[in-house]
């Protein structure tokens, strides 16, 4: 009552907007750098579980943005993957906990978005999917929805282990540091490279900093006794001193900075914690 409630997460517009400059932006930077010919397609890989970040892929290809094929880069909880690969959305699976916890998602909000898009801006087909998703946890596309998908997209995933040697790999190769998430698109993306051939210029959306994702990043790249009894603040130094590079100025001295909220709720605690808060 009196309130009005939002999120930012990738179902927002607030997210998907600015997501959509990037790829423009990202296109131009490689053209005014020489590195491709104006109107030249150019193939995106984007690690993705929520399916906001390559909606936004989609929407800049929609509108002009030359481009050859968008990779979808799934981690071990690889429902899209399979989707992509079958035309059957099934989130009745086990749910893994991975290194790339922003992907670890079973129900992808913003694939219902691009169905919609697919088959002809039909509400009542796709009604008829998210309902089958809501009641049987599965759902299975028509011919014509998946062949525009395939037209499109390509999909894989790479598990931890993959992950962390392509942190390692990349880091040995280019003294450069990638997070987990961005490892994940890597992965994926030499093995969309093996599997098509593809030698189109491909950009890889790097998701975040490799610094908040510390210790998967210090293990892959200096091994498990390295980070072996270091807790999260020792890391950010040892990662920083490894690498060359400083630590993000919203991490630099966390730790000597007051904690202001403690609380905790549980899942079924949660609706009577907000209307707590609201009604302080």
Avoid at 213 to 235: C, P
């Amino acid at each position: 009552q009196n309130y009005s409630l939002s999120s930012a997460n990738s179902i927002n517009w607030g997210r998907l907007v600015p997501q959509i400059v990037y790829y423009f932006s990202a296109y131009l930077d490689l053209l005014a750098g020489g590195r491709i010919k104006q109107d030249e397609k150019i193939n995106f890989v984007v690690p993705t579980g929520n399916f906001g970040n390559i909606l936004a892929a989609y929407y800049a290809m929609q509108m002009g943005l030359p481009v050859n094929r968008l990779v979808c880069a799934s981690n071990a909880n690889n429902v899209l993957t399979d989707f992509m690969h079958t035309g059957v959305y099934n989130r009745d699976r086990d749910f893994q906990k991975t290194l790339s916890p922003s992907m670890d998602i079973l129900i992808s909000s913003n694939l219902e978005r691009l169905l919609y898009h697919l088959c002809d801006r039909d509400p009542a087909r796709v009604r008829g999917w998210m309902s089958d998703l809501n009641q049987k946890g599965v759902y299975r596309i028509d011919k014509d929805t998946r062949a525009g998908i395939d037209s499109m997209f390509w999909s894989a995933y790479s598990d931890d282990r993959e992950t962390l040697a392509t942190i390692r790999s990349v880091y040995r190769r280019y003294g450069y540091l990638v997070d987990t998430h961005t490892a994940v698109g890597l992965s994926v993306y030499q093995k969309y490279a093996a599997a098509t051939g593809d030698a189109a210029r491909t950009i890889v959306a790097s998701t975040a900093s490799p610094f908040k994702f510390n210790e998967s990043v210090a293990r892959a790249i200096l091994g498990e006794e390295a980070v072996r009894g270091q807790d999260e603040f020792k890391l950010l130094q040892v990662l920083e001193e490894t690498s060359g590079v400083a630590v993000p100025a919203g991490l630099k001295g966390l730790d000597r900075k007051p904690v202001f909220f403690r609380e905790t709720a549980a899942k079924g605690q949660m609706k009577d914690f907000v209307q707590k808060i609201l009604d302080a």
